[in-house]
């Protein structure tokens, strides 16, 4: 078995599709058939079920694609480690953002991974906390920007930095938002987070003592798409502070004059992997830039 054919069924077990694993793999789709024809044949087990729509994972397929990408995390750590003796971090260091560039000091801390580790390769992926923060715990990610809980024990987390959610709609519902208490708010459509986010949790605690639940006008995964929303009349929406600012500025949104809820980010990992030196260089960079930036 090798680590090449192990990462050949995780690419196709998550694409779906020989063609998109081959250009993943940057191989051929008939050297994808060939490794993970090679693969069941040395596990004895069939992988994947051929359909019409794509290459779908069979049980036992499902059982073994995360213990596969264990075994190439394992694989990876052990170059790096190797690397580390000769006083070199080199590989490829994969970041989640779940928000915008500006707001995660891409550009701060990436410049200073570049300068510091000239051949550590970023690979950024973006996408929502909770979808990233499984990825963490799967191993297809080193590290990832969340806001929110985690509701994996393997994944650990360090906090980064603290602002503030507000409750805003467009200018139209400007004269009921202004007198709004809880109840009038529950009343008002509202454009309903992922149950799994933050801001969900900020909806059912703003409303947990009244008896009213707030009305449900649609829902939204990302911020541009609730961003979006709001601008279009659809609803309420809780959104973080700094986006409501520029927002006011424009005259595209009003805010509701009531609390503001504390919305902290973080950066999960994989606890077993807190020793590996990529993840130690990612967080302490990283981490070093939120803290220079609250100064």
Same mark, same amino acid.
């Given at each position: ?206 409303? *947990?003592? /009244? ?8 829902? @939204?995964?990302? %911020? !541009?798409?609730? =961003?979006?929303? $709001? ?28 609390? *503001?809820? /504390? ?8 606890? @077993?992997?807190? %020793? !590996?030196?990529? =993840?130690?260089? $990612? ?13």
């Amino acid at each position: 078995m090798e680590l090449y054919q192990l990462r050949t069924f995780v690419t196709v077990a998550d694409t779906g599709n020989l063609t998109q694993a081959a250009e993943r793999l940057f191989t051929s789709q008939p050297a994808v058939s060939a490794h993970i024809k090679a693969l069941e044949e040395e596990l004895e087990v069939k992988l994947f079920d051929r359909t019409p729509k794509g290459m779908r994972l069979t049980e036992s397929g499902t059982s073994l694609r995360d213990k596969a990408q264990l075994v190439i995390n394992a694989g990876n750590e052990l170059k790096l480690a190797a690397k580390t003796l000769q006083g070199e971090i080199t590989g490829q260091a994969k970041v989640g953002l779940n928000t915008d560039a500006e707001y995660l000091l891409l550009a701060k801390w990436h410049n200073a991974l570049m300068s510091e580790y000239p051949n550590l390769k970023i690979q950024l992926t973006q996408g929502t906390s909770i979808d990233l923060v499984q990825k963490v715990g799967k191993g297809q990610l080193d590290v990832s920007f969340f806001s929110g809980d985690i509701p994996y024990d393997k994944v650990s987390y360090v906090e980064l930095c603290d602002t503030h959610a507000v409750i805003a709609a467009a200018p139209k519902w400007k004269d009921k938002l202004k007198r709004a208490g809880r109840e009038e708010l529950a009343q008002l459509p509202w454009i309903y987070p992922e149950p799994l986010c933050i801001y969900h949790r900020f909806l059912n605690l703003i409303f *947990s003592d /009244t008896k009213v639940q707030p009305a449900w006008a649609t829902s @939204s995964a990302t %911020e !541009d798409s609730t =961003i979006a929303l $709001l601008r279009s009349g659809i609803g309420l929406a809780f959104i973080r502070n700094d986006e409501a600012d520029a927002l006011l500025k424009k005259g595209e949104i009003v805010v509701w004059p009531g609390e *503001s809820f /504390t919305l902290p980010l973080r950066m999960a990992y994989l606890e @077993s992997r807190k %020793e !590996d030196p990529v =993840i130690k260089a $990612l967080l302490e960079i990283i981490v070093k830039k939120f803290e220079k930036h609250k100064k």
